[in-house]
């Protein structure tokens, strides 16, 4: 039988935190198949599977940083919740920015957590593993 790939969404434009993210994962011991996007008018046509995206698998998982060019990560969060299709993917927000506003904000707007990014990589590698076992080994996710 076949291990199942667990699809992840990464939306994030800073490719410094693109690299961290891709190396973290080299560690996992699960089949992880990571998709980046660097603005969010990409997130949602890659969601959507529009265009160049047509033949994308669906993501298990959302990693969506805030601050994005074009449509930032608040805009995507609120349009991906309203829709019936894709609302039930979660969504972890993976951030700078630590403001009480920005936390309220995007919980309001149906985010599943808020992390914000830490410094260095042996922290980024620790929160980027974490995030992976919790959401693909301790959550039922839909299928």
Known sequence: MTEKIAE????????GDVDLIKE??????LHIRLN?????EKAMACLRR??????????????LDLNLPKKDGR??????????????IPVVVL???????DVRNVYDLGANCYVT?????AQFSRIV???????????????
Do not use: H, M, N
């Open 50 to 63: 529009q265009g160049e995206y047509s033949g994308i698998s669906r993501p298990d998982l959302i990693l």
């Open 117 to 121: 990014k830490p410094v260095g990589f």
């Open 36 to 40: 980046v996007v660097d603005d969010g």
């Open 129 to 143: 593993q974490a995030i992976e076992d919790f959401w693909f080994t301790v959550v039922k996710l839909p299928t």
């Open 75 to 88: 805009e995507v969060l609120r349009e991906l919740k309203g829709d019936s299709a894709l609302r039930c």
């Open 8 to 15: 992840i969404l990464l939306v994030e434009d800073d490719e």
């Open 95 to 101: 951030t700078t920015s630590d403001a009480d506003t």
């Open 24 to 29: 973290a994962l080299k560690e996992s011991k």
